[in-house]
């Protein structure tokens, strides 16, 4: 049972312009949502968080957004640089009196110079 | 600020032993995430540990157990292994705490079961 699915394994587009990165959810119960990127060779690098009770947060050219209805957030990344070609991976977190992660399958981005 | 690291980077092992992965948090962090990733998967929760006992816990059969150490480093341990067990084994440190979600992640190791 996939309860985080990225359902685009890989998306191109050209530097300079936006690249949006999708995922939706099934369990109503997460209360944080985190995007990560993986280049080869390396672990997971946290690129940025959101609450449940919010429905965007920004750093920089990372934003995220969250659609509680529609159970589905997505990650923007304006303007799109070749250094952000990578793998990205969506992930929820479970609190019930511990904690537990659930990563989707990842994206594979290229940024195309 | 020491990073995440893992040991061994890369290791081979035959269905039905036993193996030790380990783990060394980074500077100042008290828990401990272990996640197992299958070739085009994303990492899938095995364990978390906080303060030397375990928080949490996924989908993952007893053979999985884990220790942290009072220096908050820590070790996953699989016994019986199987073919399927051959994946990519990270390793992740935070700081803890409800409020807190930024995991450090290792560089991970490559098991391999033969």
Known sequence: DQQVKQN????????????????????????YFLWYKKYPAEGPTFLISISSIKDKNEDGRFTVFLNKSAKHLSLHIVPSQPGDSAVYFCAARLTSGTYKYIFGTGTRLKVLA | ?????????????????????????????NTVSWYQQALGQGPQFIFQYYREEE??????????????????????????LELDDSALYLCASSLGGEAY???FFGPGTRLTVL
């Open chain 1, 8 to 31: 685009s394994p890989s998306l191109s587009v050209q530097e300079g312009r936006i690249s949006i990165l999708n995922c939706d959810y099934t369990n109503s119960m997460f209360d």
């Open chain 2, 101 to 103: 979600n930024e995991q």
């Open chain 2, 1 to 29: 600020e020491t990073g995440v690291t893992q040991s061994p980077t890369h290791l081979i092992k035959t269905r039905g032993q036993q193996v030790t992965l380990r783990c060394s948090s980074q500077s100042g962090h």
């Open chain 2, 55 to 80: 928080n949490g816990r996924g989908n993952f059969p007893p053979r999985f157990s884990g220790l942290q150490f009072p220096n908050y480093s820590s070790e996953l341990n699989v016994n019986a």
